[in-house]
């Protein structure tokens, strides 16, 4: 199957990204599960590639910044870029993460937590989309731009997804929507609860995969 890789950065609707390609049948893998390893900036390729052969589709941190190296290592493979507005995603990097500190934040943004650095983090992540649709430009067939703005329809998106990547519309299939800032709050916490009680065994809730990479 033709590897799909996820580049838009956290909080710009990866959630909604995995459901739909989990939905089309792709086994996804969500993040590394190196979010507080602290070699994460020598050790990531070597991580990647191995899951590289596990899985079909991939989002979320690393993979967003690591789409220069995928493409020519795993050519012919599609990439999606997830956006939201500016303001709406320093918004929600704050209140999802504040203080807390993880080395691969750190690797990819130049300090660990977005709190108190918002300047640095929208610099960041302005800077990734620029350069993955300056990448891109000539390249219409491999990228697809999803606007993750609160304004386009879930049905729409995930229309636009399977066009991309040449899939039907499943029939009596639930549009995967992304998740409430409600459930979000719910998901960590049984995230935080099930990593205590069971291990780094992924268990499912609300359509979301709860596994070991739960701290990014």
Same mark, same amino acid.
């Given at each position: 199957?033709q590897?799909?890789?996820?580049?838009?950065?956290?909080?710009t609707?990866?959630s909604f990204?995995?459901h739909?390609?989990?939905?089309l049948?792709?086994?996804?893998?969500?993040?590394?599960?190196?979010?507080?390893?602290?070699n994460i900036?020598?050790?990531?390729?070597?991580?990647?590639y191995?899951l590289?052969e596990?899985?079909?589709?991939?989002?979320?941190h690393?993979?967003?910044?690591?789409?220069?190296?995928?493409?020519?290592?795993y050519?012919?493979?599609?990439?999606i870029l997830t956006?939201?507005?500016?303001e709406?995603?320093?918004?929600?990097m704050?209140?999802?993460?504040?203080?807390q500190?993880?080395?691969?934040? %750190?690797? &990819?943004?130049g300090? *660990?937590?977005?709190q #108190?650095?918002?300047?640095?983090?929208?610099?960041?992540?302005e800077r990734?989309?620029?350069e993955v649709?300056?990448y891109?430009?000539?390249?219409?067939n491999?990228l697809l731009?999803?606007?993750?703005d609160?304004?386009?329809?879930d049905q729409?998106?995930?229309?636009s997804?399977c066009d991309?990547l040449?899939?039907p519309l499943?029939?009596?299939?639930?549009?995967?929507?992304?998740?409430?800032?409600k459930d979000?709050?719910?998901?960590n916490?049984?995230?935080r609860?099930?990593?205590?009680l069971?291990?780094? %065994?992924p &268990?499912e809730?609300l *359509?979301?995969?709860? #596994?070991?990479?739960?701290?990014q």
């Amino acid at each position: 199957m033709q590897k799909v890789f996820g580049i838009g950065f956290q909080k710009t609707g990866t959630s909604f990204l995995m459901h739909a390609l989990q939905n089309l049948g792709y086994r996804v893998c969500d993040g590394c599960g190196n979010a507080d390893n602290p070699n994460i900036e020598n050790e990531v390729y070597e991580i990647c590639y191995s899951l590289v052969e596990k899985y079909d589709a991939f989002e979320d941190h690393p993979w967003s910044v690591l789409y220069r190296e995928l493409d020519e290592k795993y050519p012919n493979s599609k990439f999606i870029l997830t956006v939201r507005p500016t303001e709406q995603w320093i918004r929600s990097m704050c209140s999802h993460f504040g203080s807390q500190y993880t080395p691969m934040r %750190e690797w &990819i943004y130049g300090v *660990g937590h977005p709190q #108190g650095n918002e300047e640095v983090y929208i610099e960041r992540y302005e800077r990734h989309n620029a350069e993955v649709k300056e990448y891109f430009k000539d390249r219409p067939n491999d990228l697809l731009i999803l606007q993750m703005d609160g304004k386009t329809e879930d049905q729409q998106l995930w229309k636009s997804i399977c066009d991309f990547l040449g899939k039907p519309l499943p029939e009596n299939v639930k549009f995967p929507h992304a998740n409430s800032k409600k459930d979000r709050l719910v998901i960590n916490h049984l995230r935080r609860v099930k990593h205590k009680l069971y291990g780094k %065994e992924p &268990i499912e809730f609300l *359509g979301v995969k709860i #596994g070991k990479n739960f701290s990014q």
